[in-house]
C-alpha cells in the first residue's frame, strides 16, 4: 500500500534553516508528482509546492517562494522540502502528499501522516 | 483569506442531506476539477472526491460531488455520526500557476 513517512521537523529559531524528507514506498515513485502541504495548529490546509515526476517542474504557494525548495530524489525514492529563514508563521505540521499522476496538475490522492515544524525563540 | 471560499460550518441531523459549498472563480474552479478532501481531528486528509464527481474506491455512493461554472459542492445524503469532520476543496490555479485549498467546513451531525 502507498505509504509516506515525513521527517526532519523539530523546534527551530526563526532565521534558521531546516530540511524535511520524506521517504515513498508501495508504489513505482518515479512516476508520481508529489505535493507538501502544511497545516498549522488549528487552522486548515495551505498548500506549500509540488513536484513533478521527473524533477523537471516545480511549483510553490506565493507566501513562500524563495524560501522555500522543493526536490527529490528518485534512486532513493525520498522527497525534500528545504526551508530556510523560518519565521514564526511556517510553524505547522507539514505533510507530503502523492499527487495523482506524473505532472504537477494533478491532485493528491495520498498523505502521509505529517513532521511538525515549530518556529520558536 | 483563501482563494476557495468554503462555509466555516455546516450541520445536518442523521438522515438528513447535507451539502456544502466550495465558490473560486475562473482561474481555478472556472478551468480545472475540484478535490474533495475529508480531515478527522489529529488525523491527516484522506481524498473523498476528485474530478468533481468521482468518488475514489471506498467512499459510499452517499457522498457526491458537482461543480457548475466557477462553484463545486459536496453533498452526503443519509448523515451519519461518523461523517462528522472538516472537509476541504481545491483546485488548481491557473494565475497562481499552483493549487488552492478552500478555508475548510466543520461539518457537525446533530
Known amino acids: 500500500q502507498v505509504q509516506l513517512v515525513e521527517s526532519g521537523g523539530g523546534v527551530v529559531q526563526p532565521g534558521t534553516s531546516l530540511r524535511l524528507s520524506c521517504a515513498a514506498s508501495g508504489f513505482t515513485f518515479s512516476d508520481y508528482g508529489i505535493h507538501w502541504v502544511r497545516q498549522a495548529p488549528g487552522k486548515g490546509l495551505e498548500w506549500v509546492a509540488v513536484?513533478?515526476?521527473?524533477?523537471?517542474?516545480?511549483y510553490y504557494g506565493d507566501s513562500l517562494k524563495g524560501r522555500f525548495t522543493i526536490s527529490r530524489d528518485n534512486s532513493r525514492n525520498t522527497l525534500y522540502l528545504q526551508m530556510n529563514s523560518l519565521r514564526t508563521d511556517d510553524t505547522a505540521l507539514y505533510y507530503c502528499a502523492r499527487a495523482g499522476g506524473t505532472s504537477a496538475y494533478y491532485g493528491i490522492d495520498y498523505w502521509g501522516q505529517g513532521t511538525l515544524v515549530s518556529v520558536s525563540s | 483569506q483563501s482563494v476557495l471560499t468554503q462555509p466555516p460550518s455546516a450541520s445536518g441531523s442523521p438522515g438528513q442531506r447535507v451539502t456544502i459549498s466550495c465558490s473560486g472563480s475562473s482561474p481555478n474552479i472556472g478551468s480545472y476539477t475540484v478535490n474533495w478532501y475529508q480531515q478527522f481531528p489529529g488525523m491527516a486528509p484522506k481524498l473523498l472526491m476528485y474530478s468533481d464527481d468521482q468518488r475514489p474506491s471506498g467512499v459510499p455512493d452517499r457522498v457526491s460531488g458537482s461543480k457548475s461554472g466557477t462553484s463545486a459542492s459536496l453533498a452526503i445524503s443519509g448523515l451519519q455520526s461518523e461523517d462528522e469532520a472538516d472537509y476541504y476543496c481545491a483546485a488548481w490555479d491557473a494565475s497562481l500557476n499552483g493549487w488552492v485549498f478552500g478555508g475548510g467546513t466543520k461539518l457537525t451531525v446533530l
Open positions: 513536484i513533478s515526476s521527473d524533477g523537471n517542474n516545480k
